[in-house]
């Protein structure tokens, strides 16, 4: 059971590299999210999809982008990395946005370095 | 606005002894409460969720929580810790209002010594 898959799991880049987050899910969810991850902070959403071919901002989304390539896929990218953007990043997915009451499925996270 | 709170950074207790982490939320309308485990280098796992009906919800892994509406508090119980309970614990909220995303709190790290 593979849930949700991201990619890579480590990274280390330079300021002003761009690069793809890539994430993964074999449940057949509608709705995928991206958090961030800091420490004392909790997890930020940074974007979300509430179903195939619909994305939207979340509370901390300046200085990236989001794509929904279909429903399984969901990538994250970062066109000019800056170092406040080093973190810990997870994909996750839900049944359905709209029903609160689903929990969320998370991917292992992607260890993102930026000196 | 939503948000959550857990007011303890690191919880300890010794292993056998009961255990509680805290979760106190605010919201408009009537909460979706959550809590979620997190081990090292791994995402976060689902634990337990209230929606409605009894204040007692039971979980996975031998844990439960209480509602508590008139205190607006979610925590987290077990009655008899392990030292592989020990992890980072979020509480998480949502409004039953259309429309509204998970907030998290800042997670309790939680160990539990032999």
């Known amino acids: 059971n593979a849930g949700v898959t991201q990619t890579p799991k480590f990274q280390v880049l330079k300021t002003g590299q761009s690069m793809t987050l890539q994430c993964a899910q074999d449940m057949n969810h509608n709705s995928m999210y991206w958090y961030r991850q800091d420490p004392g902070m909790g997890l930020r959403l940074i974007y979300y999809s509430a179903s195939e071919g619909t994305t939207d901002k979340g509370e901390v989304p300046n200085g990236y982008n989001v794509s929904r390539l279909n429903k399984r896929e969901f990538s994250l990218r970062l066109e000019s990395a800056a170092p406040s953007q080093t973190s810990v990043y997870f994909c996750?997915?839900?049944?359905?946005?709209?029903?609160?009451?689903?929990?969320?499925?998370f991917g292992d996270g992607t260890r993102l370095s930026i000196l | 606005a939503q948000s959550v709170a857990q007011p303890e950074d690191q919880v300890n207790v010794a292993e056998g002894n009961p255990l509680t982490v805290k979760c106190t939320y605010s919201?408009?309308?009537?909460?979706?409460l959550f809590w979620y485990v997190q081990y090292p280098n791994r995402g976060l796992q689902f634990l337990l969720k209230y929606i409605t009906g009894d204040n007692l919800v039971k979980g996975s892994y031998g844990f439960e929580a209480e509602f508590n509406k008139s205190q607006t508090s979610f925590h987290l119980k077990k009655p008899s810790a392990l030292v592989s309970d020990s992890a980072l614990y979020f509480c998480a909220v949502r409004d039953d209002n259309y429309g509204q995303n998970f907030v998290f709190g800042p997670g309790t790290r939680l160990s539990v010594l032999p």
């Open positions: 996750a997915s839900s049944f359905d946005r709209s029903f609160g009451d689903q929990p969320q499925h």
């Open positions: 919201v408009s309308g009537n909460p979706y």
